[in-house]
């Protein structure tokens, strides 16, 4: 279960990212401190509520409570979009990761266009012809992961049409030619390939689904999707409307396949579409039928999408009004607001609207990305699906994906750490329970707070949790790097000339242990996308500012003797607190890991000066063989490793003393005597050997 729970947590406690951005601001007018007009209020289910905006705001952000739907519908009658989105933005601050925004590399592989429904807004969805194969071969689908994974893709995102066999015989009759009953049946199939020849995790976007086609699909995916889209039947109902006479769009069969996911513990994507000819009511009713699932199943929905409605031609809506950005700002603040901090909300970055007439002539209105900087002042934690250079957006073509060195920049100004994750957002990857530093480093005791997920124990089938855990790094998220501990880097090396030479692949090497050919590094030393730095300081987060002076004063605690300053009665509470510290500093990214660099170099500054010294010493090596076998290891030696590593050796004294003496005749002041755990030692060999050291000459002894 993933939950979140906040002690003294209050809003104006939370400082939220976006105070320490250094892009352009927004006029977001009043504050989301005032007090709500009318006094009390009476909600829809009969309870009186004299809650100030701030109180219902701050409960939220806490954790301690979700908001009802005319809690909701009060803030937003009484709030203006700028405060909305500052009450959305204090949520979204106090959930387990603050500091960053998240997007998962991925390729699109669109399995098949034939669709059984046509919806008035979608060319995705297009009838078979009748000289074209209908789906996607198996080759193809690897040919494209393999790309993608090259490219440092770490997802393969399928979306299909809605059960094509149900509408085409040419479908049913391709299907069957394959040796498959049905399209997921495929799907599984091709997920399996995927999986086994490139590593890459499937994301299965396939409609409206079945209690066993789920379970079908859980065993080759990491996670999977549908969009609720609309819970108004009005849509489907009504001639000429979005969803009219798509059945698979009928709200209660998407909900009904929404709630399967969540009993069989699937890591499920959804949202809805904005501007299709909804109300705003009829939007927030598809949020809360969403959160109540979600809720019941203890946390299944990974995301909400929030997605925008562009009108494309060729379809029955392509004259039909775009919403605008504002209208999309409301409501990704309205979804942070219902689902509180832990849920990511997601807004797709290549389809986001950008004001055109608030820019001088001649310049371009995408120059500043004012549309990208206002979500992320509104609540919004992930970008979602980007593809590096490898697939187009398949379902909305005409929008290219933006470039992740613009995504980086325009984030990390706005206070933000861009960060890749995997298919399974992270708290469904790692197995944590992480008690963070708070935002107030006066009074830790009663402000930190602790996240606590289950991972892929419970989220992800055993025949995916072992790619799932090669991609990840200790945090969840992806690794995103061509190095990994363990990996051995001279087969990968070859690896890599194999491709070069035009040999991609190579039986004898699965990618699971060498993942090679290498990918491309996304992220830097600090964890975050390359790209953000271009001409950018931003200031760290305040958590990461307040962990900082935490710890410089429990130093400046320490007593010579290495003795705690705290009072006994405190001592459990204050290193609880030094914890939550540490642990926030080790998560750093980004601005906050530039941070944590510049405090650990003032810190060596006032204690050692700008002096950096080092010894002269000698390592010598008493014995090689060991009772333990590291795999890192390439210095012990034991009987069956002697045609590898050589014969095992144990050093006489006389030999350690002379070794000793060499050195100190040539200027050393140090040895290091390194060895193997060996059998047969007792304390009384290791006393033998430092005076055999030291008879050789008067060093430090390490």
């Not at 797709?348 to 608030?358: H, R, V």
């Not at 001088?360 to 609540?379: I, K, N, V």
């Not at 002041?669 to 304390?683: A, K, L, N, S, Y």
Request: charged share 25%.
């Amino acid at each position: 279960m993933a939950s979140l729970s906040c002690v003294s947590a209050s809003l104006h406690r939370v400082t939220t990212p976006r105070d320490r951005r250094t892009g352009p601001r927004v006029n977001h007018g009043r504050g989301i401190s005032a007090a709500p007009r009318g006094g009390a209020h009476t909600t829809e289910d009969g309870d009186a509520s004299t809650s100030t905006t701030s109180d219902l705001v701050g409960a939220v952000a806490s954790g301690s409570r979700d908001l009802t739907r005319s809690e909701l519908d009060r803030l937003t009658a009484t709030l203006d979009l700028g405060s909305l989105c500052d009450a959305a933005a204090s949520v979204r601050a106090a959930g387990p990761d603050p500091g960053i925004v998240t997007f998962s590399p991925k390729v699109f592989v669109p399995l098949t266009f034939a669709c059984r429904d046509r919806c008035g807004y979608c060319t995705f969805a297009k009838d078979p012809d009748a000289s074209d194969k209908i789906y996607m071969s198996v080759t193809q689908v690897i040919e494209v992961a393999e790309r993608g994974r090259i490219a440092g893709a770490t997802e393969c995102l399928f979306t299909l049409g809605d059960r094509p066999e149900a509408k085409y015989p040419a479908a049913k009759q391709e299907l069957r030619s394959m040796g498959f009953e049905s399209t997921v049946d495929y799907l599984a199939h091709c997920a399996q390939a995927v999986l086994d020849k490139t590593g890459l995790l499937p994301h299965c976007n396939a409609g409206v689904l079945t209690r066993d086609e789920l379970v079908k699909l859980r065993r080759v995916s990491a996670s999977q999707g549908l969009m609720l889209e609309s819970a108004s039947d009005r849509l489907v109902d009504t001639a000429d409307a979005a969803h009219h006479r798509c059945e698979s769009k009928r709200p209660s069969a998407r909900i009904r396949t929404l709630d399967l996911a969540g009993e069989l513990q699937i890591p499920f994507t959804s949202g809805i579409l904005v501007g299709i000819g909804e109300t705003r009511a009829e939007r927030l009713d598809a949020l809360f039928a969403i959160r109540d699932i979600d809720r019941k199943h203890k946390g299944h929905v990974q995301e909400i999408i929030v997605q925008n409605f562009r009108a494309k031609e060729g379809t029955r809506m392509s004259a039909w009004p775009e919403p605008s950005l504002d209208e999309l700002i409301w409501t990704t603040a309205c979804a942070r607001l219902i689902f509180g901090p832990v849920t990511h909300i997601q807004v797709p970055p290549n389809l986001t609207p950008e004001p055109d007439d608030s820019y001088p002539a001649g310049t371009s209105a995408t120059a500043d990305r004012e549309g990208w900087r206002r979500l992320l002042r509104c609540g919004l934690s992930d970008w979602g699906g980007v593809s590096p250079g490898v697939t187009p957006d398949h379902v909305s073509p005409e929008a290219p994906w933006p470039h992740l060195s613009e995504l980086a920049r325009v984030t990390q100004e706005e206070g933000y750490a861009l960060v890749p994750r995997l298919a399974a957002q992270a708290r469904y990857v790692v197995q944590t329970r992480s008690t963070l530093c708070p935002h107030d480093s006066s009074n830790s005791s009663n402000s930190s707070w602790t996240h606590e997920t289950d991972g892929c124990q419970r989220w992800i089938d055993p025949n995916v949790a072992p790619h799932v855990r090669v991609l990840a790094d200790s945090e969840g998220l992806s690794r995103a790097s061509a190095w990994c501990p363990g990996r051995e880097e001279s087969a990968v090396d070859e690896a890599a000339e194999a491709l070069e030479a035009g040999k991609i692949g190579n039986k004898n090497k699965p990618w699971l242990a060498l993942r090679s050919p290498r990918p491309v590094d996304i992220v830097g030393v600090d964890g975050a996308v390359f790209g953000g730095r271009v001409g950018v300081n931003p200031e760290p987060s305040s958590r990461v500012k307040a962990a900082i002076e935490r710890l410089k004063r429990r130093g400046e605690g320490l007593l010579l003797e290495g003795k705690c300053s705290y009072d006994i009665d405190d001592f459990d509470v204050e290193t609880r607190s030094d914890e939550a510290a540490v642990a926030t500093l080790l998560r750093a990214r980004g601005a906050d890991f530039d941070a944590v660099c510049t405090a650990a170099d003032i810190a060596r500054r006032e204690q050692c000066g700008d002096v950096v010294s080092y010894v002269v010493n000698r390592n010598i090596n008493y014995t090689n063989v060991c009772t333990l076998s590291c795999a890192f290891c390439a210095f012990s030696k034991g009987p069956a490793a002697e045609s590898l590593r050589g014969k095992p050796y144990l050093l006489a004294m006389d030999e350690i003393s002379r070794r000793t003496a060499e050195a100190w005749a040539r200027g050393a002041t140090e040895v290091c005597m390194q060895g193997g755990i060996h059998p047969d030692f007792t304390g009384a060999d290791y006393l033998e050997i430092l005076k055999a050291a030291k008879a050789g000459a008067e060093v430090r002894l390490f």
